[in-house]
């Protein structure tokens, strides 16, 4: 079946260590999408990626970092210079402008 | 700049109808999204509507927009305890890359 998979659900890491979340799809999609959601509030976009090797900031970049080297991935990394990394993280792709994102289940991050 | 508002909570009786609120600002809006999350999950996508239509209906699922107060709703009848979830509006426009505005989402409680 054709869908997005976001790996780990849980993780857990110490302050000031990096941490890569994974995102992979295999639906064909051009696009690739990072938000992420805390506890009353709507989704932030962190970055996004319109095509291979190609990537924007979105609202809240700042400490995050990405990739895009094949379609099919696009890892977002926490760095230690996000203030406060804990959170719900989605991942979501489409195949163009005029069509509607799909979502991975998202990876719950605990830094402590 | 874009801004979408919902209120956070609603609680109905099974059977009853549910409608979910939303307001956005961004006049330009192209499509207006209704994605349904449950605990621990990612965004399901429920239903869309492009900015150029009034009304669309999904089996137990209406979407009515009013342009003129940029006002959104979803009904959903006959609701079922299943559809206790969080229900969060969206919204892309013109030149935006396919990102999308999230409200904060509204969570739909189901009594018996």
């Known amino acids: 079946d054709g869908g997005i998979t976001q790996s780990p659900k849980y993780l857990f890491r110490k302050e000031g260590q990096n941490v890569t979340l994974s995102c992979e799809q295999n639906?064909?999609?051009?696009?690739m999408y990072w938000y992420r959601q805390d506890p009353g509030q709507g989704l932030r976009l962190i970055y996004y990626?319109?095509?291979?090797?190609?990537?924007q900031k979105g609202d809240i970049a700042e400490g995050y970092s990405v990739s895009r080297e094949k379609k099919e991935s696009f890892p977002l990394t926490v760095t230690s210079a996000q203030k406060n990394p804990t959170a719900f993280y989605l991942c979501?792709?489409?195949?163009?402008?005029?069509?509607?994102?799909?979502f991975g289940n998202g990876t719950r991050l605990t830094v402590t | 700049g874009e801004d979408v508002e919902q209120s956070l909570f609603l609680s109905v009786r099974e059977g009853d109808s549910s409608v979910i609120n939303c307001t956005y600002t961004?006049?330009?809006?192209?499509?207006l999204y209704w994605y349904k999350q449950e605990p621990g999950a990612g965004l399901q996508l429920l239903t869309y509507?492009?900015?150029?239509?009034d009304m669309k209906q999904d089996q137990r699922l209406t979407v009515l927009l009013n342009k003129k107060d940029k006002h959104l709703s979803l009904r959903i009848a006959d609701t079922q305890t299943g559809d206790s979830a969080i229900y969060f509006c969206?919204?892309?426009?013109?030149?935006?890359?396919?990102?999308?505005?999230f409200g904060t989402g509204t969570q739909l409680k189901v009594e018996l």
């Open positions: 969206a919204e892309s426009f013109t030149g935006g890359g396919n990102k999308l505005t």
């Open positions: 990626s319109q095509i291979v090797n190609d990537f």
């Open positions: 509507i492009f900015s150029n239509m």
């Open positions: 979501a792709s489409t195949s163009d402008r005029a069509r509607p994102l799909h």
């Open positions: 961004d006049s330009s809006s192209t499509y």
């Open positions: 639906l064909n999609h051009d696009a």
